[in-house]
C-alpha cells in the first residue's frame, strides 16, 4: 500500500494531494478535502447516502477508489446549487417536506439531478425506480417522490 501524490478535481478546483492506494473516494472527501456533505451510511455500497458525480454520472464514493478518479470531474453537494440558490431538486425537496433529519438527501440529490437531466419526462414509477438505491429511514418515501416530481416539472418549463 503506501500514500501516493495525486491530482483531483473536485468542483472545479484541482489540487495536489497524498492518498493512500488503496484510498476511497469518500474517506478523501470527507477527510482530505473536509467536504463533509456526503454522507457516510453503510460504507458496504448499498445505502446511496455517498453518491457523488464522476463525469456527470452518479457513483457510490465508498465504492470508489480514490485513483480511478484522476483526471475526472467529480462534483459533490457542496457544488451542486447556484451560490445561495438551491438547485431545483433541492428546493422541492425542502418545500414538499422531502427530508426529515436529511442525511440521505445529500445521496437522493446527486442521484436524482442527473437522473432528471436524462430523463426529463420521468413517470412517478421510474422516478421510484431511479429512487431505489436511495435508503431513506425517515420520510417514507412519498414526499421525496413528490419532490422529484415537482423539480421535473418545473426543469421541463
Ligand atoms: S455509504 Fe456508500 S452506499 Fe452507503
Ligand atoms: S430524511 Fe432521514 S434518512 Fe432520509
Do not use: W
Amino acid at each position: 500500500m503506501g500514500l501516493k501524490q495525486i491530482e483531483l478535481t473536485v468542483n472545479g478546483f484541482s489540487s495536489p494531494f497524498l492518498v493512500q492506494s488503496d484510498e476511497v473516494l469518500l474517506f478523501t472527501l470527507r477527510e482530505r478535502l473536509y467536504l463533509t456533505g456526503t454522507k457516510e451510511g453503510c460504507n458496504q455500497g448499498t445505502c446511496g447516502s455517498c453518491t457523488v458525480l464522476l463525469d456527470g454520472k452518479p457513483v457510490l464514493s465508498c465504492m470508489t477508489p480514490t485513483l480511478r478518479c484522476v483526471g475526472k470531474k467529480i462534483i459533490t453537494i457542496e457544488n451542486i446549487s447556484s451560490g445561495d440558490t438551491l438547485h431545483t431538486v433541492q428546493k422541492y425537496l425542502v418545500e414538499k417536506g422531502g427530508l426529515q433529519c436529511g442525511f440521505c438527501t445529500p445521496g437522493v440529490v446527486m442521484t436524482m439531478v442527473p437522473f432528471l437531466e436524462e430523463n426529463p419526462n420521468a413517470s412517478r414509477e421510474e422516478i421510484k425506480e431511479g429512487l431505489s438505491g436511495n435508503l431513506c429511514r425517515c420520510t417514507g418515501y412519498k414526499k421525496i417522490i413528490d419532490a422529484v416530481e415537482n423539480a421535473a416539472e418545473e426543469m421541463r418549463s
